[in-house]
């Protein structure tokens, strides 16, 4: 029975997390042990590094990235605001302050913490009738203090598309076909965007507005084999 | 008897991952804040500067206060804020600064940029307000820590964030 459970599980989160083929689990607290230390509270996104070929994707990264990480229970400064105070300084690129001290971030913020974001992959695959959106990113939060990284996450997440028609024999086929074709035209990738965003801030730590705020030491998490590993 | 607790927490994870799949953390997300279509109207928005497509958004935003006040939510970080700059941008100071206002009595972590966003707001209460790059100095306009005259535009170039060490003192 038991065994039973811990394979759906498994399934579950292998289905979660997209293609995760090696996984490992540990604690959030194992694995993040900062941000129970440091406690941030406040959180700066900076534009993301854009290393997809989908010109579109920082946009779509950064429009919705805000939401999910405000669902984690921190105070995310609104984008829309920072980042046009980072464009008067010249950075539109998270990759300008990469090697700087975060210090005046948190002079010029307020902001406890900054997350950094690089888009590997931004890619809409459309078959005939699967489509997926695919994204891969890797993520770092970073203290503003002593300029450590308190969190990262680095993996792919794969989001169907594909709307659930469930019209039977052909006729329902091509309707799904064209219902399928409509939605990659339409290109309202917004919803999928932000499950992709809210999936890569499943490990993190809840912030201090959310009611699992510091309850959550010994919730386990996937982590994907990434790259760096 | 020490099957049962693990059994417990394997069957909480489960439950709360098939959660995850079918919602989509709607659920979760419902009973902490109302954000309704703000990623929405903001990737349109960022798309597509339009006038209109600005409104929507700011519609958006002012639905999200709305509803969150209806619901008995916490209006959600950054949506005062948010509005607050619109209104600066468009130089309408002392709604700016309510909603500046607002954003530091909500969120105490925001007191640092609101302090900074309202001290903009005051320094150019008496210009037209969104003349970026002026060299017209507003009459009795605040100092920022360096003597210089701050207003929007200029401020964000004025006030030294990236040479280490010279960001403008604020504590």
């Known amino acids: 029975m038991n065994r039973l459970i ?9 289905l979660l997390g997209g293609c995760a083929h090696t996984a490992q689990q540990s604690t959030k607290a194992e694995l993040f042990p900062l941000m129970y230390e440091q406690k941030p509270r406040s959180i700066v996104v ?6 997809s070929t989908a010109a579109d994707a920082p946009t779509y990264y950064s429009t919705t990235i805000q939401e999910p990480l405000v669902y984690t229970g921190y105070y995310v400064l609104p984008y829309e605001v920072s980042s046009d ?51 891969a990113v890797e993520c770092e939060l970073k203290s503003t203090t002593t300029g450590e990284k308190m969190w990262n996450y680095s993996g792919t997440v794969v989001i169907d598309l594909t709307s659930h028609n469930t019209g039977g024999g052909l006729a329902g086929l091509l309707v799904q076909v064209m219902v399928t074709a409509m939605n990659t ?45 | 008897m020490t099957r049962r607790p693990l059994r417990t927490v394997q ?15 709607a659920k979760r997300a419902d009973s902490m804040y109302c954000m309704d279509n703000y990623s929405s109207t903001l990737y349109a928005c960022r798309k597509n500067p339009a006038q209109e497509q600005q409104d929507k958004h700011v ?52 007191k640092v940029f609101t302090t900074r966003l309202l001290t903009w707001a005051d320094a150019s209460s008496g210009t037209d307000g969104d003349k970026p790059a002026s060299e017209a100095t507003p009459k009795g306009a605040p100092m920022d820590s360096k003597g210089g005259v701050i207003t929007p535009a200029d401020a964000v170039t004025d006030a030294p964030m990236l040479p280490a060490g010279e960001g403008a003192a604020h504590e």
Not at chain 2, 66 to 86: C, D, H, M, T
Request: some cysteine; overall charge negative.
């Open chain 2, 59 to 110: 519609k958006a935003m002012e639905d999200i206060v709305a509803k969150s006040e209806q619901r008995n939510l916490r209006v959600p970080p950054g949506i005062f804020a948010e509005l607050g700059y619109v209104h600066l941008k468009a130089g309408q100071m002392a709604e700016a600064r309510k909603y500046f206002e607002a954003e530091n009595r909500l969120y105490p972590e925001s």
């Open chain 1, 6 to 14: 811990a394979a759906a599980l498994l399934l579950a989160l292998a």
């Open chain 1, 85 to 135: 105070i980072l464009a008067h300084e010249g950075i539109t690129d998270g990759h300008q302050l990469y090697e700087l001290p975060l210090n005046t971030l948190k002079e010029y913020f307020g902001a406890d913490a900054v997350l950094f974001t690089r888009i590997k992959k931004w890619d809409t695959s459309y078959a005939v009738v699967a489509s997926h959106l695919t994204v």
């Open chain 1, 46 to 51: 900076l534009p993301p590094i854009n290393e």
């Open chain 1, 185 to 229: 035209a339409m290109a309202d990738y917004v919803p999928y965007a932000m499950q992709a965003n809210a999936i890569a801030l499943n490990a993190m730590p809840y912030g201090p507005y959310h009611p699992q705020h510091e309850q959550d030491t010994e919730f386990k998490v996937f982590v994907q084999n990434a790259s760096d590993k």
């Open chain 2, 11 to 25: 069957l909480a994870l489960l439950a709360a991952a098939v959660c995850i799949l079918c919602t989509g953390c």
